[in-house]
């Protein structure tokens, strides 16, 4: 991209709706860019305090370089150094890079003030020497080490997984391989429990990432893309010929690649190099594609925002589990009230009685116990059946222990929340009969902590919730004739979800009470 473009691009008006500009290499690194100081200075004279983003292999340049570029970067801004092993192992797939190099420049970013991220992506080669790496990482002052799960050896072709994957030199012959971690808590949860149907990629809901975080990428030839997976669809080899990770059939369109027919219907007007940025927005490029996804793959849906943004196959997001907007959610009884809510919120899958699943049910309990594997967040929300009938069974407890069970067996991560009420909480006598409402959320209440406590002791790496709801402010309460004008507001519960589940991976919030006054008249 030439610097005139750039510097139209950063102009000040359209730099004052901007939270963050994120340099990320698709086909290279960005600090290899001859002006890529210059770039960066620039933008920050005239957006002092938007956030500047990079990724890089931190291989290039000496620490003055390195330390000239913290100060310009300044509060406003983090690099992730992409390091994935130590010195007898980076450079195996960051070929060239060496170790000591990116050691000390890192070392020089952060000595002039400037916060790092390291970024360690999983191996069987590296595989042992994470914690060592994680220590290190303390010891020079990174401010946070990740883990990344790789999902680079998914077979896009055949939905597989690949054992090895050839490192090739420059006349093509093969050097090495790498091959995925055989440590089942490295290894990323879509490649290693493939089972998708064809007619997923029909049928899943679509989370775009670009349209949940309100963002776009420039590609360095300038065109404005919703994300860097339609720019794999341009230039990635495997679209051309045969070259790992392969080309789903689906990806085709009449024999063309479908993302790429779409980018070049209306390439001018998404052009930054022939259109300013707010145009851009405003092509029928976007409708084109927020209008697939209604449709099925074969008849208009993109197979890519299928296959990368569904619900249930989900190696992009699965790699980096600290990005919790990109977790996947369950929610049972998502047909009314708070479950529809949440569910609609978090473009989130789940069942109810009307989608034929019954938590009374033993053998529904656990066909939802095996779907939750695919998932991040499982809200436990539906009960039984009405207050005080007698067909409740403690189904929501039945699954919470079905649920727990095989995210155990599976050493999965993630969040359990269940959602009880303040019911439990009054003591009544059991006149005229026991209520089973109160005592089956009662259980789940006492059950839920079980299940935080083996979060805490080290037993399971997944965490568990209970949030104890009042009444709550739907439409069924306001229908009611006990209804006061005061609830739980439905927001206020999803607010609060969104905070514990993004709460340091090492804590757990065991549980929350919401109270309401049913006689507030306060504004
Ligand atoms: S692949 Fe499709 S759904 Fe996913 S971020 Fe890109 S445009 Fe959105």
């Not at 000239?68 to 992730?80: C, E, K, Q, V």
């Not at 790496?133 to 896009?156: C, N, Y």
């Not at 989370?207 to 309100?214: G, I, L, R, S, V």
């Not at 009444?471 to 006061?484: A, F, I, P, V």
């Amino acid at each position: 991209m030439s610097l005139e473009t750039l510097d139209r691009l950063f102009a000040v008006e359209t730099l004052k709706n901007i939270h963050q500009v994120f340099f990320c290499g698709s086909y290279g690194d960005p600090i290899v860019h001859p002006n890529f100081v210059d770039i960066v200075r620039k933008l920050r004279e005239r957006a002092p305090t938007v956030w500047i983003y990079i990724h890089t292999n931190g291989g290039v340049h000496d620490p003055v370089w390195w330390s000239t570029l913290a100060n310009i970067i300044g509060d406003y801004g983090r690099i992730d150094f992409n390091i994935d092993g130590l010195a007898d192992t980076n450079h195996l797939y960051r070929r060239n890079v060496i170790f000591d190099k990116v050691i000390n420049n890192a070392q020089a970013f952060i000595k002039a003030g400037a916060k790092a991220k390291w970024n360690f992506i999983v191996f069987k080669h590296n595989q042992h020497q994470v914690d060592e790496a994680r220590m290190l990482s303390t010891l020079i002052g990174f401010e946070e080490f990740v883990v990344r799960k790789t999902g680079r050896f998914l077979d896009h072709e055949e939905l597989t997984e690949y054992d090895e994957w050839p490192v090739k030199n420059n006349q093509g012959q093969t050097e090495y391989v790498i091959e995925p971690p055989t440590i089942d808590q490295y290894r990323n949860a879509s490649t290693k429990n493939v089972n998708i149907e064809p007619s997923y990629f029909s049928e899943t809901k679509i989370k775009c990432d670009a349209m949940e975080n309100k963002k776009v990428v420039i590609t360095a030839e300038g065109l404005v893309l919703p994300c860097n997976f339609f720019e794999h669809n341009m230039y990635d080899a495997r679209f051309y010929q045969d070259a790992k990770p392969g080309a789903n059939k689906m990806s085709f369109v009449d024999g063309e690649n479908h993302v790429q027919k779409i980018i070049n219907k209306y390439r001018d007007e998404i052009d930054i190099n022939k259109t300013s940025l707010e145009r851009a927005m405003r092509s029928e490029f976007w409708t084109e594609v927020m209008l697939s996804w209604e449709k099925e793959i074969g008849c208009g849906r993109i197979f890519e925002c299928a296959f990368t943004c569904g619900q249930k196959l989900t190696k992009v997001w699965d790699q980096n589990k600290s990005v919790t907007h990109a977790y996947r959610y369950y929610v049972t009884g998502n047909n009314r009230g708070l479950g529809k809510y949440l569910s609609d919120e978090y473009v989130g899958d789940g069942c109810s009685r009307s989608s034929g699943l019954d938590i009374t049910n033993p053998d529904d309990i656990q066909k939802i116990a095996k779907d939750s594997l695919m998932y991040d967040v499982f809200i436990n929300n539906a009960f039984d059946g009405p207050p005080d009938t007698d067909w409740a069974n403690y189904g929501q407890v039945n699954l919470l222990q079905e649920v727990y069970k095989i995210w155990k067996e599976n050493n999965k991560s993630g969040h359990i929340i269940n959602i009880s009420s303040v019911g439990c909480r009054d003591i009544v006598a059991p006149e005229p009969e026991f209520e089973t409402y109160r005592v089956a959320k009662a259980a789940l209440d006492y059950a839920s902590k079980q299940c935080a406590a083996s979060f805490k002791n080290g037993i399971v790496d997944f965490r568990t919730t209970l949030i104890t709801l009042d009444r709550l402010d739907t439409e069924l309460s306001r229908s009611r004739d006990n209804w006061t004008g005061n609830g739980v507001d439905l927001k206020d519960i999803k607010n609060f979800i969104d905070y514990l589940v993004s709460v340091k991976r090492n804590t757990v919030i065991q549980d929350a009470v919401f109270y309401v006054n049913f006689n507030h008249k306060g504004v």
